[in-house]
Each structure stands twice: as structure tokens, then as C-alpha cells.
């Protein structure tokens, strides 16, 4: 057995502990936001943090922050984490079957994690900043092209991008301000 | 710290610990598709396998099979398996910073691992069967484009599609022949 660690650190592992059920897609962001703006402000990752809520009832199932380099990881993205810590909790491989659910991230996924998202049986995802705005600040997203995000739609996935945006691209130039690095950029 | 298992079949933590140094591309992609076989054939998952090798010394990394039912994890393609994998030994968010690795696939990767595989730091990988391949037996690989290999092309990894095709093609029809199940299709 191969066993793999994904390092969540301590005040996001309380954050989740005090959270309850979120009431709209406002309180959603905000969280996932939060989660981003608290790895910067800890110095635990890179500026990103996605959760991953019932739809019905608007509980929080997981959440994830960037733990690459904490976790000498290059799949640990926010997104992946979410996903791979929902699917644990949920003891299965498509969270279709367990549900509806949806990925808040505070930022557009790149080129794996929008992949990701399509096998995890999450039926919308909504996002914050724009790859755009990663990009701005050095961060590579990897082949994603408009035709990318009309394959998740055509297979039934609901997408809302630019939500909150502003409160989310905040949270990359705070990293850009306190040098955070650049892992993982070819 | 949250921890995710990666369940490995015994057969192929065996067969890891027989092998040695790789000699060619024949002989690597053999390996990468000789995993995907037997993955079929002992009913331990789906009909992908992966190997990571030193470029220089030709020496085995890490191995990576489809672990998606077994581990109750999406994310867990046999690339991904392979990269995780060989990211945990060398102790690295980024392979490109501990020498010169390439990544042998039994098949092309779905836009989830073409993702990956971006961000792993291998400079090099081969294919065997085509994405066409498994989408022939009911597989989805999701938005991957010409242009997502030339993306990956430009910055720096080189790209060998269909060696070997017909091999790899061959342990995807052997898995529809014996009705493996076609998880995570949307």
C-alpha cells in the first residue's frame, strides 16, 4: 500500500471544524477565499482554496488549499485536494452516486484540475479569479482553451466563472506582494 | 494531516522489486503495458499502466497503475499513481529538480493527466495507445486538443505518440472483452 500524506495545516483543519452549513453561493466563495487568503497569510501553500458542498443542503464536505510544495506534491492543487478529501469522506470514486455536489474554487483550474473536476462527479463548479489572473502573477494554467470548459457543460456540468472575482484575484497579488514562489512553472 | 491511500496490488509492488535497469524504449514501454495487462488480467483495475525512469541511467522510478475503483479515488490514473509516486521517493514537488525523467504510458493521457504531467518536471513521454483507443471501448479522456501537446511541447517536454500502439491497444480490447467497468464517464 502506498500511502500518501496531504498535509492540510492546523488552522485550516479548525476552519472546517467551526463551519456548518453555507446558505448561498456568496458564503461559498467567501469561504473557499478565505481558505486561499489564509495559505498566504500563513505561509502554508500558494494562493488558492476550493471546498466542495452538498448542493441540497449546502453542507461542506471538504475543503482544500494548495499544499504542493508542503506536500512535495505536484498534484495537490486546491481543486485535487478537494476532490480526492470529499471522495475519501464519501468512500467513493464519483460523488455522482453519493449526492449533488458542487467545487467552489477561488480561482479558474488549470489544465489538470479542470480534468479532475470532470471525473469527480461534482455537477457545478464556480469559480472566482480568472486564469487571467493567475497568469498575471506568474502562475502557468496549463492547456485550457474555451472549448475545454464547453466539454464540462456538454457532459451535464454547470460552470459559473468570475464570481467574486475581484475578492479572489486579492488574494493573488497578497502572494505576488509577499514573494511567494512560483512552483512548478515551465 | 489528512492521508490518502494509493492500494498498490501486490502483484505489481512484486513486480517493481524484480526489476532493475530498463535498456530502450522497447523495453521501458513493454514494463508501462506489461502493468496495464496485468491489471486487466488479476481484476485490479482499469487497463492503463505507467512507469517513470531515470533518462540517464534507465533505472525504474515509480510504476503507476489505474487505482480509480480500488482506492475510491478519481484522481487515481496511472499517471498519476506513477507521478505521486515518484514525487514521494525523490522527496520533490518537481522531478526536473533531481535529474532527467520520462514517463512511459500504456495509453495516452486524459486532460487530467496531460495536466499532471505538465506540472511533474518529466521531460519526456511515450504513449502507446491512442486516446482513440479507449474512447473505442467506452472510455472518456475529456478536452485534450492538438494544441494541448503543443502546449506541453513548447515548454520543453517531448512528446512520442503510438509506440507501440497495437500492444497498448490490445490490453484495452482484452479489458472490454471481459466487461470492465467503464467508471467516472460522463
Known sequence: MLHLSMPLPEWARTSVGNSGIFAGDAEKMAFAI?????????GTGGPFGA???NRESGELVSVGVNLVVAGM???LHAEM???????AVLGTY???V???????SSCE???????????SGVERLVCAAAADDARAIGFDEGPVYPE?????????????????REEGKRVLELYRERGGILYNRR
Chains 1, 2 share one sequence.
Open 98 to 104: 453519493r449526492g449533488r455536489f458542487e467545487l467552489f
Open 148 to 164: 475545454s470548459y464547453c466539454y464540462l457543460k456538454e457532459r451535464g456540468i454547470e460552470i459559473e466563472r468570475g464570481f467574486m
Open 109 to 119: 483550474p488549470c489544465a489538470m484540475c479542470l480534468g479532475g473536476i470532470l471525473w
Open 51 to 53: 471546498a466542495i458542498f
Open 81 to 87: 485536494v478537494a476532490i480526492m478529501a470529499a471522495e
Open 73 to 75: 506534491n505536484s498534484v
Open 34 to 42: 478565505s481558505l486561499a487568503r489564509s495559505n498566504v497569510e500563513e
Open 94 to 96: 464519483t460523488l455522482a
